[in-house]
């Protein structure tokens, strides 16, 4: 029961804006006839059975921080059970010795086009941005996935069990995102994480102005910001309507007339609730202190600024405001606004105390993004920092989560948690390192050594030749 | 003319003066990485005298006025080459004044000298060798035809950068070819033989084309001069081609036309790799790429390297990515992740040093020994991983700044952010 009144709290807005979950007046019936289609587009994501797992004698890195040598991880019915010394072997388990091999957390990367931006890159595929108008909020990227995209089983490859999916950053807003499990599946829904609330990707500085700036705007960044502050007015108009609406409902008024339903207002109004997390494309820094001013004025939360390149120039701004900020480790130079890049960007968020991430955008780092934080802390540490590969992890897992308002499931390697795993043969931030085994609740969905079992997608069968996969 | 020698003098003059005021460097205990096969736990030292390495092995004396550093088991290996890049031609990607890399003009297609347009004083320069690349390839990019222009090789210090003027004439085919010639790979084919095909026949009539008396060409007389070299086999074809098809056709054609070749792309190299090892022929990857970015690149792996070197083909590396100039040094994070797949090590290092100083012509550059000019770096570990850094970077001798616009702005908010 609780499982699907979270899901009616995430997606209830969706279809009526009505919040079944929080308005416990509602009686059942009325309930039932105006949720009926109150969750489109739901998960159909089942938990795989899978033994009972336990690694023995690996290196932990936790996720939330620490590293645990030498230790036992123990994961029963897609759950951690236990991580500890000689830890007892669960009944019909599978059992592994971990001497050398390092765990950690599922790979969460926050900023990924896979599906929406898939391989092979023809035009037939580019489903990432809806160039048609700056504000399309309306749009969900999970009607532009295409499981198919063979970049998926690479990502998994290197670790990555969790992915945020969003729209690109051509359109001031640009449409939902969605958080899928980087599992095989002939659908998106098959592939949707379980009650993960939506995001809204919305989009600063350079690319919404050059996109627009001939085609009626904007064309500046106060167009930019005259737009965005446009779109909330109206979203703030239509939470009214709908508020005064469900109250009536709420007190038994049987004459009350619903208001219209917009779909690119609706996605606004989720994020006035709080239900959908605001993900930010923004460079520069004086563009997110406009971005938060902006938040205020309208009362909503900001959750994580992309791509942020000059974060480390605001990072107390952003640590008091509990805005993540996620970065590439070194990216910089192909705009003027990423000209500003230093490689220390997540150690000096670190540093303010701050929440950093590190995202890949990108469909090659998103196979090693340990490496990339490697580097982010290798330069670090270089300028006298003294950080460790369990606090840089975080970038990846704890952090992540958090972003994607997961904490309480991924992210760490903490009992009750789900069992994402990732067995590597050493070091994750090493160059020469390599996931040998990824678990997402609990089922080896990679495993190097039996190469035959991995999945492949149907793009790759007979593609080189009749008889052979694509490598 | 009297410009030039003036200039030719000045820039004599000018090195003179830094030769003499260098100072000598030995470098003790050092670990030599330099493509070499070599024994990881012997260390040696590297004594330095102006601009060349003029002495290495073990217990070397301290020179007089020098300077001593103890690497205490540090690696040293040739600054690394990036086979291509567009650092010094292209300093902001989205600002058209910035960027050099190609023209609209067409006019001027072959005959695009990007030397031309290098700028050492570029930021990306400094912070690319600030972390260790001191080579590079510069290649122009596509701008109205098939040719790109011919490619420099450059090494990233103040002064003397153009080492190879003409290092290479670039074209493509494939997916890239067909667009520009107008929807068919094969016609990028027909161009390419028509141009060679021109430019042979006003090699040898220059004064009737001079007169009006010859047949119209398909291109400018710069652009046919420019094909001359090629022709003449004193300038490699340098061909952007993916495709197995597309290789292997342009292998033939090469050989037709007796043209020296150096391959760029290949990702689907390894499924010609006999072929592309049979003809000797050089090429030019990202030994990251991994995925099936177009129909042409269907076949892309991440052992594409370890195949090819297998075969016996002669490999040099780009990368990292699309990022490969602005973050041009970490082409050693491809070659390190080409040794994660299979690559050995040794063959990784040639690829991003020794390796392009044979192909291009650099006698004194690419390995670690005595008489090579002193163009190398001391790495805070393994060159190859991630997590290493420079310690010290040298060009021709000359000891360059590990700072950069980048640790600039990091210690200006390093400083305010420890102080509030």
């Not at chain 1, 999970?142 to 998926?152: A, I, L």
């Not at chain 2, 260390?43 to 002495?55: E, H, N, P, Q, R």
Request: a negative charge; aromatic letters at 6%; glycine letters at 8%.
């Amino acid at each position: 029961m609780r499982t699907r009144c979270l899901r009616l709290l995430t997606y209830a807005f969706v279809a009526t804006g009505l919040s079944a979950c929080a308005s416990t007046s509602l009686s059942d019936s009325q309930a039932t006839s105006e949720l009926e289609n109150s969750a489109p587009f739901a998960s159909t994501y089942q938990t795989p059975s899978s033994p009972p797992t336990i690694i023995r004698g690996a290196t932990i890195l936790v996720g939330n921080g620490e590293r645990s040598d030498n230790t036992d991880l123990v994961f029963e019915q897609g759950k951690i059970v236990a991580l500890g010394d000689n830890l007892k072997v669960p009944a019909g388990a599978v059992e592994l010795n971990g001497k050398g091999y390092w765990l950690t957390p599922g790979i969460i990367d926050v900023h990924s086009h896979m599906g929406v931006y898939p391989n092979p890159s023809i035009s037939s595929h580019a489903d990432g941005n809806e160039i048609v108008s700056p504000t399309t909020a309306k749009v969900w990227a999970e009607h532009s996935v295409w499981p198919q995209d063979p970049n998926f089983e690479k990502a998994l490859a290197g670790g990555v069990t969790t992915a945020q999916i969003l729209p690109g950053s051509a359109n001031l807003f640009g449409g939902r995102g969605v958080v899928l499990k980087n599992v095989p599946s002939i659908t998106v829904m098959g592939m949707k994480f379980p009650d993960a609330p939506h995001s809204l990707k919305m989009a600063c500085g350079e690319n919404p102005k050059r996109v627009y700036g001939e085609k009626g705007g904007p064309g500046t960044r106060m167009g930019n910001m005259a737009g965005y502050r446009a779109a909330w007015i109206s979203a703030a108009e239509y939470h009214k309507k709908w508020t005064e609406y469900e109250k009536a409902v709420a007190s038994g008024d049987k004459s009350a007339e619903a208001p219209s339903r917009d779909l690119e207002m609706e996605t606004l109004r989720g994020v006035l609730k709080g239900e959908i997390k605001v993900h930010n494309h923004c460079y520069r820094a004086d563009e997110m202190a406009n971005m938060i001013e902006l938040s205020k004025e309208f009362g909503y939360q900001i959750t994580a600024f992309h791509h942020a390149v000059e974060a480390y120039k605001v990072a107390p701004l952003l640590a008091k405001n509990d805005i993540c900020a996620v970065v590439w480790a070194d990216w910089w130079g192909f705009k003027q606004e990423a000209f500003d890049m230093v490689r220390e960007n997540a150690a000096l968020i670190e540093l303010a105390k701050g929440c950093a991430i590190i995202h890949s955008d990108d469909e090659i780092q998103i196979q090693r993004l340990p490496q990339e934080v490697g580097k982010a802390m290798a330069a670090a540490n270089r300028m006298g920092m003294q950080l460790t590969p369990a606090q840089a992890i975080t970038w990846i897992t704890s952090n992540a989560a958090k972003s994607l308002g997961l904490s309480d499931r991924i992210g760490t390697l903490a009992k009750g948690m789900n069992a994402d795993v990732v067995l590597w043969n050493g070091n994750p931030m090493s160059v020469y390192t390599k996931a040998e085994k990824v678990w997402i609740d609990g089922a080896l969905m990679f495993d190097r050594s039996n190469p035959e079992k991995n999945h492949t997608s149907d793009f790759n069968l007979g593609i080189i030749s009749p008889e052979g996969d694509r490598p | 003319m009297t410009n030039l020698l003036k200039t030719t003098l000045f820039v004599a003059l000018l090195s003179l003066v830094s030769m003499a005021n260098a100072a000598d460097i030995l470098i003790k205990n050092a670990r030599i990485v330099d493509g070499q096969l070599r024994d990881a736990n012997q260390l040696s030292d590297i004594l330095i005298k102006g601009s060349m390495v003029v002495g290495l092995g073990t217990g070397l004396s301290t020179p007089a006025n020098g300077r001593v550093i103890d690497a205490q088991g540090r690696p040293v290996s040739a600054g690394l080459f990036n086979a291509d890049t567009q650092l010094g031609v292209r300093e902001v990607g989205s600002v058209a004044d910035t960027v050099d890399s190609s023209t609209s003009n067409e006019h001027i297609t072959a005959s695009l000298q990007i030397s031309d347009a290098y700028n050492p004083s570029s930021v990306a320069v400094a912070y690319n060798r600030s972390l260790g690349l001191t080579h590079s390839l510069i290649q122009p990019s596509n701008g109205a035809g098939i040719f790109a222009g011919k490619a420099s090789v450059v090494r990233l210090s103040d002064t003397g950068a153009i080492l190879v003027d003409t290092a290479a004439m670039v074209v493509s085919l494939g997916e890239a070819g067909s667009d520009l010639a107008g929807g068919s790979r094969a016609a990028a084919m027909a161009m390419l033989r028509e141009a060679l095909e021109d430019a042979r026949d006003y090699s040898k009539n220059r004064e009737s084309f001079a007169r009006g008396s010859r047949r119209d060409y398909s291109l400018s007389r710069h652009d046919l001069e420019a094909l001359v070299p090629v022709i003449m086999r004193q300038l490699p074809l340098l061909v952007r081609v993916e495709r197995a098809s597309d290789i292997e056709r342009v292998l033939d054609f090469a050989e037709q036309q007796k043209i020296t070749l150096i391959l760029s792309g290949v990702g689907e190299g390894w499924r010609v790799a006999d072929k592309i090892a049979k003809a000797k022929v050089p090429v030019i990857f990202d030994p990251i790429n991994n995925l099936p970015a177009s129909y042409e690149t269907l076949g892309m792996r991440a052992d594409n390297a370890k195949i090819l070197h297998e075969a016996g083909v002669k490999i040099m590396f780009t990368g990292m990515g699309w990022q490969n100039t602005h973050n041009a040094y970490l082409v050693r994070q491809s070659a390190g992740n080409a040794v994660a797949n299979g690559l050995p090590y040794h063959v990784a290092m040639q690829a991003i040093t020794s390796n392009p100083a044979q192909i291009f012509g650099l006698p004194g550059y690419g390995e670690i020994k005595v008489g090579a000019e002193a163009s190398l770096v001391l790495w805070s570990g393994d060159p190859l991983e991630v997590m290493s850094n420079p310690d010290l970077v040298l060009i021709d001798g000359k000891e360059y700044s590990l700072e950069s616009r980048a640790t600039r702005l990091r210690d200006r908010y390093y400083s305010r952010l420890t102080s509030d």
